[in-house]
């Protein structure tokens, strides 16, 4: 257990919808990270915060965003939802936001219909 | 740009054997972190080992351990002893400071009894 934790495990929605994924990092750990693992492919980097401040963006589509709250945790929000867009969606964390390990939580699995 | 190339897609080892993972990466810069994470069936995203590229000393944590060859940009992974439960798809992932981490595309390794 890594301490971090993801809701829900699963989501199963419709094309056009819009869902809201939701992380709790570690206690202490400042920096929340979003990542996209497509079926059978290598993680990518979609978001960074760091202490409720967008600190890195990578390959993030413009219908998706994300936040973080004042007690650290983050919520990516997915929205016009498309087939492509059915993935795993990791989250992790880690205390700082310059180099280090990150510890990923359980991920929540999200299948488009 | 930073990339991280496993040029091993699939990997095979007889159980109490050892086998190695590689992965090369591209980087101007000379303060990074490098990693690799495991994930089994689970799915779950678990820290193997991590290496800073200031220490010459290669990175150990019990049956596994690297081999960083930091002037050929290598970093590669040595699993003595191979279990059953160390089949998984590995990922070997580099940050530098400020910076997102970034993947490979992954080697499944399979374990044979």
């Known amino acids: 257990d890594s301490g971090v934790t993801q809701t829900p495990k699963h989501l199963i929605t419709a094309t056009g919808q819009r869902v809201t994924l939701r992380c709790s990092p570690r206690?202490?750990?400042?920096?929340v990270y979003w990542y996209q693992q497509s079926l059978d492919q290598g993680l990518q980097f979609l978001i960074q915060?760091?202490?409720?401040?967008?600190?890195a963006k990578g390959n993030i589509l413009e219908r998706f965003s994300a936040q973080q709250f004042p007690d650290l945790h983050s919520e990516l929000n997915l929205s016009s939802l498309e087939l492509g867009d059915s993935a795993l969606y990791f989250c992790?964390?880690?205390?700082?936001?310059?180099?280090?390990?990150?510890?990923f939580g359980p991920g929540t699995r999200l299948t488009v219909l | 740009a930073q990339t991280v190339t496993q040029s091993q897609p699939e990997m095979s080892v007889q159980e109490a054997e050892t086998v190695t993972l590689s992965c090369t990466y591209d980087?101007?810069?000379?303060?990074?972190?490098l990693f690799w994470y495991k994930q089994p069936p689970s799915r779950q995203m678990i820290l193997v080992i991590r290496?800073?590229?200031?220490?010459?000393q290669n990175a150990t944590e019990n049956r596994f351990s690297v081999n960083f060859q930091k002037a050929a940009k290598s970093f590669s992974l040595k699993i003595s002893d191979s279990q059953l439960g160390d089949a998984a798809m590995y990922f070997c992932?580099?940050?530098?400071?400020?910076?997102?981490?970034?993947f490979g595309a992954g080697t499944r390794l399979t374990v044979k009894p």
């Open positions: 992790a964390s880690s205390v700082g936001d310059r180099g280090g390990e990150q510890f």
């Open positions: 206690s202490g750990d400042l920096s």
């Open positions: 980087t101007s810069e000379s303060d990074y972190y």
């Open positions: 992932a580099y940050r530098i400071l400020n910076n997102d981490m970034r």
């Open positions: 915060y760091y202490n409720g401040e967008e600190r």
């Open positions: 290496q800073e590229a200031y220490k010459q």
